[in-house]
């Protein structure tokens, strides 16, 4: 089974593929982020970030995507422009057919690290052991996806269906 994380935004997306193999072993196929230019305007920056992940998914085909909810600070300006990329993304997901499940930031750190309150610093090493990685990934935002992409297949678990490649 083949995982897409994504975590959202306009100026940086992270994405993640994982896949777990039939002996239940986690295979890190791709992660990175997709970035725009705070110089473009807002319907071009989301673009962009549509017309790339779209290209990401036909190019990995995953079987399912785990994206994360947003988290809303004081700041309203970015939690606005989050919230557009983290539209533009949902609806690419769900146009090029996948099933996708959205996870609070602390279920995902509670799933990855045993505590829903760890840190980023903690969250980054559980990833790359748990994917079996020399180093942390990079960027933070990509380390983030690939948290997220073993969050939901951990959450596949619990569901009624299986899918295995």
């Known amino acids: 089974m083949l995982s897409l994380g994504i975590d959202p935004g306009t100026a940086t997306v992270g994405y993640g593929f994982v896949r777990e193999l039939r002996d239940g072993s986690l295979q890190t196929v791709d992660y990175g982020v997709i970035t ?23 190019q990995h085909r995953p079987d399912r995507a785990g994206v994360e909810e947003m988290f809303f600070g004081k700041n309203i300006t970015t939690a606005i422009t989050v919230a557009q990329g983290r539209g533009v993304i949902l609806l ?74």
């Not at 725009?36 to 036909?58: C, F, W, Y």
């Not at 935002?141 to 596949?156: E, F, K, M, P, V």
């Open 92 to 165: 690419t997901l769900i146009k090029a057919g996948l099933p996708v499940y959205e996870y609070k930031p602390n279920y995902i750190k509670q799933a990855i690290a045993g505590y829903g309150g760890a840190k980023k610093p903690q969250m980054q090493e559980m990833v790359r052991m748990l994917l079996g990685l020399d180093a942390i990934p990079r960027p933070d935002d990509a380390a983030d996806a690939l948290a997220i992409a073993i969050t939901d297949l951990n959450s596949a678990h619990s569901e009624s269906e299986s899918i295995w490649i």
């Open 36 to 58: 725009t230019s705070p110089t473009l305007m807002m319907p071009q920056r989301l673009g962009i970030i549509h017309d790339q992940l779209s290209a990401l998914i036909v």
